[in-house]
């Protein structure tokens, strides 16, 4: 059974830091290219971030580059989106997607003071 499993969202102030986690199984991680993806409840999800499937290729959102920075671990089959500098605007659900289709259930982020 496929899983992608999101952890280490939560609440933090504007300027603070979060790191999410994206633990992979299943299927064969190595392989495939990664997103990361969110959604602000009642809007369209917004692309954020993707990584080769070795690690070299990443590219991000504009309104985001700079401030995050995605990894992979995969002898662990895990995925990573440092997020620093963290504004109200990144409040959302974040999901981390393979480029094959699939999704994990998402974690919430909310950058409030």
């Known amino acids: 059974e496929v899983q992608l499993v999101e952890s280490g969202g939560g609440l933090v102030q504007p300027g603070g830091s979060l790191r999410l986690s994206c633990a992979a199984s299943?299927?064969?991680?190595?392989?495939?290219?990664m997103s990361w993806v969110r959604q602000v409840p009642g809007k369209g999800l917004e692309w954020v971030s993707a990584?080769?499937?070795?690690?070299?290729?990443?590219t991000y959102a504009d309104s985001v580059k700079g401030r995050f920075t995605v990894s992979r671990d995969n002898a662990k089959n895990a995925l990573y989106l440092q997020m620093n500098r963290l504004e109200p605007q990144d409040t959302a659900v974040y999901y981390c997607?393979?480029?094959?289709?699939?999704w994990g259930q998402g974690t919430q982020v909310t950058v409030s003071s």
């Open positions: 997607a393979a480029v094959v289709g699939y």
């Open positions: 299943g299927f064969s991680f190595s392989m495939y290219g």
């Open positions: 990584i080769g499937s070795a690690g070299g290729s990443t």
